[in-house]
């Protein structure tokens, strides 16, 4: 049986739909906790969306109703819910959050103990538990403090007061971050130029934050700092900008991070996990410095299931999803930023020079709205388009089609030997994607 509320992150919608509304978390808070046995402190955080308060309290309502209980860890960076879970050994970790989508959206996902998100298998558990309805009634939530162990167990990754003379520029995306990052930063003796920073419960993403570094950028040439730092909305994501004002995306810090574990005999088992949405590139470095990858499907909840189950500790996606697992059972931008500044500081190397490690094959994507999910067997033009692009470009590229997990769209990747035939190759998989689907 296939899911049909959770997507590759959660579940995941316009807030006050069809799916993503009090109500529906409220079912799916008791559907928890009767997956639980009802019992078990079941810790809850979100992000800075106006729509997360209303969303916490129905999914704590039905929680309560399920016979499990609720602690409110309020506006916390979705890692640090993570961390809690594992640290406080609680039954299950709830996080309120769409992202890097707009503020409009927002959404749920769980973390199992361990901090660990759930699997597909006990996803679709949770959906088959779903009542029709809950009778609930309003529920005054314990409050506990996820931030500040968190923030504490951060500022330790590196010596005390090693940034000093560090200018840093970090995007927070008006999101979770705010509170947690320009700490541990300051901390460890940066000066912090913060952008992103003043989150109203409507901005949160909006022109900032890993999807539109853009900003970042021009912010860091400007202002002569030796890096930028960009987070998501719950900050399990990072995107970097080197001292030149070129941004890294999450191939390029997984490609630095091992080559660099490689050098010195850390990488574990020699392994690093990405998804087929990485770049070709990642693969041609990694064998050069005498390791291997490990591929698996896009998400990085699939990222995390491969590096359990061949011992990796170091993974992740394109997207800027990095997982250090020996400090964080999931994907965290602080610990992705940190753990390339102790590299720049092992190395006493530029970001720019360090970032030099990897070769990009030309790579182009697109992403078609679409009104409706077709299986893409059941697409003639588009599978023939898929299959003719793929056996031309042999061994010299690749082709991945593909929908979101998150969002009603086609994803299209092309990968090959120059930028000419990625452009072709492109124009071609959209031409016979529009052939076969109602594209908005």
Not at 55 to 65: F, K, P, Q, Y
Not at 325 to 342: Q, R, W, Y
Request: with cysteine; hydrophobic share 45%.
């Amino acid at each position: 049986m296939t899911r049909k509320y959770f997507g590759t992150d959660g579940v995941r919608g316009p807030y006050g739909g069809p799916v993503v509304n009090k109500a529906f978390a409220e079912r799916l808070g008791f559907a928890a906790a009767a997956w639980l046995g009802k019992k078990g402190r079941v810790l809850i955080g979100r992000d800075t969306r106006e729509s997360g308060q209303a969303l916490e309290a129905a999914v704590a309502r039905g929680l309560r109703a399920g016979g499990a209980e609720p602690v409110s860890l309020g506006i916390a960076p979705t890692p640090a819910v993570a961390r809690a879970v594992l640290a406080e050994q609680a039954a299950l970790g709830v996080v309120i959050t769409a992202s890097h989508n707009p503020a409009a959206d927002n959404g749920i996902k769980f973390f199992g103990a361990g901090g660990v998100k759930l699997t597909d298998a006990e996803e679709l558990r949770l959906e088959q538990l779903l009542p029709e309805s809950v009778g609930t009634a309003a529920v005054v939530l314990r409050v506990s403090d996820a931030c500040a162990p968190y923030i504490a167990a951060a500022q330790k990754l590196l010596p005390a007061n090693s940034l000093a003379g560090w200018r840093i520029v970090l995007d927070t995306a008006d999101g979770a971050c705010c509170g947690t990052s320009p700490v541990v930063f300051r901390a460890l003796g940066a000066e912090v130029i913060g952008l992103g920073d003043a989150p109203d419960g409507t901005n949160i993403n909006a022109g900032v934050g890993s999807e539109h570094p853009q900003l970042l950028a021009a912010r860091v040439k400007e202002t002569g700092a030796r890096i930028g730092v960009a987070h998501d909305g719950d900050g399990d994501r990072c995107v970097l900008c080197d001292e030149q004002g070129g941004v890294l995306d999450g191939d390029e810090i997984l490609t630095l991070l091992a080559t660099h574990a490689l050098a010195r005999g850390t990488l574990v088992n020699r392994t690093l996990v990405a998804t087929v949405q990485s770049n070709l590139g990642v693969d041609a470095a990694i064998v050069a410095a005498g390791g291997r990858v490990s591929r698996t499907a896009v998400g990085d909840r699939y990222v995390i299931e491969r590096m359990l189950a061949e011992r990796a500790t170091l993974g992740g996606e394109s997207s800027g999803h990095i997982i250090c697992s020996e400090i964080s059972p999931t994907g965290d931008g602080l610990v992705a930023a940190l753990k390339v500044i102790e590299v720049m500081l092992a190395t006493g190397r530029p970001l720019s020079d360090l970032r030099r490690v990897l070769r990009k094959f030309p790579q182009l994507t697109a992403a078609l709205t679409v009104r409706e999910k077709r299986p893409l067997e059941t697409l003639p033009t588009l599978t023939a388009a898929t299959q003719a692009l793929g056996a031309e470009l042999g061994t010299q590229g690749r082709v991945l089609v593909r929908y979101s997990g998150t969002e009603p769209k086609l994803r299209l990747l092309v990968e090959g030997p120059s930028l000419t035939v990625v452009q072709a190759g492109l124009a071609r998989l959209e031409a016979a994607a529009r052939a076969d689907l109602d594209v908005r």
